[in-house]
Nanobody
Framework: QVQLVESGGGLVQAGGSLRLSCAAS????????MGWFRQAPGKEREFVAA????????YYGDSVKGRFTISRDNAKNTVYLQMNSLKPEDTAVYYC???????????????WGQGTQVTVSS
């Protein structure tokens, strides 16, 4: 069992930045993939970014490439999502997830955090 707790969400003006954190605990593995998804009201959950707990490859959804950066601190068991140049369309609940492989499909991920709200005002 893995527990994930997101933090760092809030209200920010368009063009601003936020850094989300995801703290992992429980039965973690270096083979896990860490990812971020987001979901706006009435919309499907959307893939944002992912990386392996070990290794350096990163993956991003088309809508956030060049603006968002995923990173990790293994010593703190924490994954981050640095969000720059935020747009109103980035407004959503952001979820941290753990899975075996990188996938854009939420159904392929086994563990989820509770989510943190990000609101970008225009």
């Amino acid at each position: 069992q893995v527990q994930l707790v997101e933090s760092g969400g809030g209200l920010v003006q368009a063009g601003g930045s936020l850094r989300l954190s995801c703290a992992a605990s429980g039965h973690t593995s270096s083979s896990y993939t860490m990812g971020w998804f987001r979901q706006a009201p009435g919309k499907e959950r959307e893939f944002v970014a992912a990386m392996r707990w070990s290794g350096s490859s990163t993956y991003y959804g088309d809508s956030v490439k060049g603006r968002f950066t995923i990173s990790r601190d293994n010593a703190k068991n924490t994954v981050y999502l640095q969000m720059n140049s935020l747009k109103p369309e980035d407004t959503a609940v952001y979820y941290c997830a753990v899975g075996a492989l990188v996938s854009v499909s939420p159904t392929m991920w086994g563990y989820w955090g509770q989510g943190t709200q990000v609101t970008v005002s225009s």
